[in-house]
Nanobody
């Protein structure tokens, strides 16, 4: 099994910054893509940003220029630096890890971390 744990959420005023972290642990697995998703109340979960094993990144238009995703392959850890936060960024942020274990590819999700941006 692969365990995924997020940290770093919290309450911040508009214009502030937060840094989220996500670490995957377990045995006998290889990570392909890591990504951050978010889900606001009464809305569908959406992709915020993702990074593949080579370091190539992808961002939602709504966060381009404000958020930066990074990955440390040696630590199986991913980060999301969020700057210039807006109230509309308020959501539960989830980490998704696409990994292969015993020749089977699966998606592994964390439990989520709340980000609240006050106006």
């Amino acid at each position: 099994q692969v365990q995924v744990v997020e940290s770093g959420g919290g309450l911040v005023q508009a214009g502030g910054s937060l840094r989220l972290s996500c670490t995957a642990s377990g045995s006998m697995f290889s990570i392909y893509t890591m990504g951050w998703y978010r889900q606001a109340p009464d809305k569908q979960r959406e992709l915020v940003a993702s990074v593949d094993k080579s370091g190539s990144t992808n961002y939602a238009d709504s966060v381009k220029g404000r958020f930066t995703i990074a990955r440390d392959n040696a630590k199986n850890t991913m980060y999301l630096q969020m700057n210039s936060l807006k109230p509309e960024d308020t959501a539960v942020y989830y980490c998704k890890v696409v990994a292969v274990r015993w020749a089977m590819r699966n998606d592994y999700w964390g439990q989520g971390t709340q980000v609240t941006v006050s106006s």
